[in-house]
């Protein structure tokens, strides 16, 4: 019953809309019911001229109102039945429309307010959680499984409101009909809702599963997506397809499982009524035989208990419709339910420039149970270029990762002008720090709107400014629509040192007083290397710098080198310094360089 609950909030935001929905729902349920009932005065009154007969015990008005039934004239019942009949079709069709449309709306504004609110949460996710989850498993959560929620309430409500009400509907025209007959709609109730009940326990977790299998086609499919050059580098095209083809065969048993027993439910319902309608037939038969009944009286009485073969053998169906909703809200709510790992507190306060420096305090970090910092200190002052070098995997990247608080320490502090970084907003604390990383990442949208990323309201000259200084203005010109170009997804139709570039510019733009470039130049050439450096000489200059490069000529005149090995401070000191010590990391990694750095240097 939680589950329900849970899947049912998401309509609260709609609560109005879906009340109105579901007064349509009750009208329409209503005219199929008054619909059914134009069957007794035509088979007896208008067809045999001959008298309603019903059981005795009926209301005072229910008997008053067939006796002046009975009191008309054949042709006279018959001109106003004509009437009575086109126009109850005529409602029955407006309120139809009416809630099929609004529960539609209700629907749609429900997927629309969960995909918001789901890529609004991932958006305020730390970025710990990313690491741990699949591109295309996140894809899955608010495409699919919104999708089936989305379903499950302009189709499986509609269907579990409107058919619940049919059945209440024709269960009340038994009743007065003939009150013993309501007992078997009371007996045959029991006997399909169980078996229903049970097979909803089942359908929720093969659905569960079902959802799961999607996730990893949608995984699979991002993947090879992103990286089709190195699956056709590789002749990997087979071992792709045989690993799709394996998820896709999982997949296609679970829904054939899920069908057979949401089809099983139908037959089933079908039979059980089926079997009590022949019973009523002989039954009642009997009293027609005897003049006790009259025929229209059977015939509505049968009409009504087969009218409920249908919407018991809908509701079997949408039984499986909201399993399957289910397992998606659960989904869905994994997500939403999610606490980011960074948090801000609620009355952080602002930072508003940055005077004196930056200082790691006794930090450590782990990815779960690996340690990947240690105990480190670092003291930086305001406007010191300050390069991390060290071996592959010895934590460079993550100690930078701390500054813009993409994540927080195990243990220890980072302070910013002698304040826990923790005590500053995201958001002011983020404005004062540009980042380019050695992952270019750049956005299916134009060239302007890639360089001026993040910073609303700029001016046209101040973006070619920036791409100047990063020497990429001249290539954005050469392009069909210059600024206003799309460049692709990702930057597709530029090549890897212009996306690059394209980077620089927009970190270069930001002019924030914190820089850190993660291998910003890697995929530079020479000649564009040097442009770049000149530029990014020029935006160092009176601004604190964070220099990670594995290319060790590109970090010989920081102002101080820090060498991690294995998440610990080993070395710090300039180039020259560290290069005059025996043994030492750094001599050693410049070493293993061999002259290509020997010859960098030089120069």
């Known amino acids: 019953m939680k589950a329900y609950l849970r899947l049912f909030r998401f309509l609260k935001p709609h609560a109005g809309l879906f009340t109105v929905a579901s007064v349509f729902m009750l009208l329409s349920a209503l005219f199929d019911g008054l619909s059914l009932t134009m069957l007794l005065p035509l088979a007896?009154?208008?067809?045999?001229?001959?008298?309603?007969?019903?059981?005795?015990?009926?209301?005072?008005?229910?008997?008053?109102?067939?006796?002046?039934?009975?009191?008309?004239?054949?042709?006279?019942?018959?001109?106003?039945?004509?009437?009575?009949?086109?126009?109850?079709?005529?409602?029955?069709?407006?309120?139809?429309?009416?809630?099929?449309?609004?529960?539609?709306?209700?629907g749609q504004r429900v997927v629309t307010d969960l995909r918001g609110r789901l890529y609004a949460k991932m958006q305020n996710l730390s970025l710990e959680y990313f690491s741990h989850q699949r591109g295309g498993e996140l894809m899955s959560r608010i495409t699919n499984d919104v999708l089936q929620v989305g379903t499950a309430v302009n189709s499986g409500l509609v269907d579990l409101i409107y058919q619940s009400l049919q059945v209440v509907v024709f269960a009340v025209i038994i009743f007065f009909i003939h009150i013993r007959l309501a007992f078997v709609a009371i007996v045959i109730l029991p006997i399909i809702c169980v078996p229903m009940f049970r097979l909803a326990r089942t359908l929720k977790k093969i659905f569960k599963r079902s959802q799961e299998r999607m996730a990893d086609i949608n995984s699979i499919l991002y993947e090879t997506i992103l990286g089709a050059r190195v699956v056709k580098a590789f002749n990997a095209e087979g071992y792709e397809k045989a690993k799709f083809d394996a998820v896709n065969r999982d997949s296609y048993k679970l829904y054939?499982?899920?069908?057979?027993?949401?089809?099983?439910?139908?037959?089933?319902?079908?039979?059980?009524?089926?079997?009590?309608?022949?019973?009523?037939?002989?039954?009642?038969?009997?009293?027609?035989?005897?003049?006790?009944?009259?025929?229209?009286?059977?015939?509505?009485?049968?009409?009504?208990?087969?009218?409920?073969?249908?919407?018991?053998?809908?509701?079997?169906?949408?039984?499986?419709?909201?399993?399957?909703?289910?397992?998606?809200?659960?989904?869905?709510?994994?997500?939403?339910?999610?606490?980011?790992?960074?948090?801000?507190?609620?009355?952080?306060?602002?930072?508003?420039?940055?005077?004196?420096?930056?200082?790691?305090?006794?930090?450590?970090?782990?990815?779960?149970?690996?340690?990947?910092?240690?105990?480190?200190?670092?003291?930086?002052?305001?406007?010191?270029?300050?390069?991390?070098?060290?071996?592959?995997?010895?934590?460079?990247?993550?100690?930078?990762?701390?500054?813009?608080r993409f994540y927080d320490p195990s243990r220890g502090r980072v302070l910013v002008d002698g304040i826990d970084l923790k005590e500053y907003s995201l958001t002011s604390l983020r404005q004062h720090i540009a980042i380019v990383t050695q992952e270019t990442i750049l956005f299916n949208d134009t060239v302007r709107g890639n360089i001026a990323y993040g910073i609303p309201g700029v001016k046209q000259e101040d973006i070619e400014r920036a791409a100047r200084q990063a020497h990429i203005h001249d290539v954005i010109m050469q392009l069909e629509l210059g600024y206003n170009t799309f460049i692709g997804e990702r930057g597709t139709k530029l090549s890897g040192g212009e996306r690059q570039r394209m980077a620089i510019?927009?970190?270069?733009?930001?002019?924030?007083?914190?820089?850190?470039?993660?291998?910003?130049?890697?995929?530079?050439?020479?000649?564009?290397?040097?442009?770049?450096?000149?530029a990014l000489n020029r935006l160092m200059a009176g601004r604190t710098v964070f220099i990670i490069a594995h290319r060790l000529s590109t970090v010989r005149n920081?102002?101080?080198?820090?060498?991690?090995?294995?998440?610990?401070?080993?070395?710090?000191?300039?180039?020259?310094?560290l290069l005059k010590r025996q043994d030492g990391l750094y001599k050693r990694l410049y070493l293993n360089q061999g002259a290509h750095v020997d010859e960098a240097i030089r120069d």
């Not at 042709?75 to 009437?83: A, C, E």
């Not at 039979?271 to 509505?300: E, P």
């Not at 020479?526 to 770049?532: C, D, G, N, P």
């Open 44 to 106: 007896d009154k208008v067809m045999n001229n001959k008298p309603i007969v019903l059981p005795a015990h009926l209301p005072p008005f229910v008997t008053g109102f067939i006796g002046r039934i009975n009191a008309m004239e054949p042709l006279v019942l018959l001109n106003y039945l004509s009437v009575i009949i086109v126009i109850l079709f005529v409602l029955k069709g407006f309120v139809s429309f009416m809630q099929g449309y609004l529960m539609n709306d209700v």
């Open 256 to 404: 054939m499982k899920s069908t057979k027993r949401v089809l099983m439910a139908g037959p089933l319902t079908e039979v059980v009524a089926v079997c009590a309608a022949v019973f009523v037939l002989w039954w009642q038969g009997r009293d027609v035989i005897a003049g006790k009944m009259s025929f229209g009286v059977l015939g509505l009485s049968l009409a009504a208990l087969l009218s409920m073969v249908r919407p018991f053998r809908r509701l079997s169906q949408v039984n499986g419709l909201l399993q399957q909703a289910l397992a998606s809200s659960d989904r869905i709510y994994e997500v939403l339910d999610t606490q980011p790992t960074v948090k801000e507190k609620p009355q952080a306060a602002a930072l508003r420039g940055f005077k004196t420096g930056i200082i790691f305090e006794n930090v450590s970090f782990s990815y779960g149970p690996n340690e990947v910092l240690k105990d480190l200190s670092l003291n930086v002052k305001a406007g010191e270029v300050v390069a991390i070098v060290g071996p592959s995997g010895a934590g460079k990247t993550t100690l930078l990762d701390l500054i813009p």
């Open 505 to 534: 510019a927009r970190a270069l733009l930001k002019n924030a007083p914190i820089l850190i470039l993660d291998e910003a130049t890697s995929q530079l050439d020479t000649e564009s290397e040097r442009l770049v450096q000149e």
């Open 558 to 577: 920081a102002d101080r080198i820090v060498v991690l090995n294995a998440g610990r401070i080993v070395e710090t000191g300039t180039h020259d310094e």
